[in-house]
């Protein structure tokens, strides 16, 4: 390797949007995150849906379940 291009390799926080902390290491001192181990569905088992500009509620409205006839 060619000696004084290579960034400082430092311990680095990592810091989620749910409040979690950990460190590991980066070229950056800090790092925010949106979403963690912690929050995250796949690992919490918990859905958590994040709405951006009413995606869902348009995703609801055009593919949602339709409510069916009551039946005499």
Known sequence: MKPNIHPK???AKV???CG????TRSTK???H???CSVCHPFF???QKLIDTAGRVE????KYGRKTEPAQS
């Open 44 to 46: 919490t088992g918990k």
């Open 20 to 23: 979690e902390t950990f460190t």
């Open 33 to 35: 995150v949106e979403i």
């Open 58 to 61: 348009r995703f609801q409205r």
């Open 9 to 11: 390799y430092v311990e």
């Open 29 to 31: 001192n800090e790092i």
């Open 15 to 17: 810091i989620c949007a």
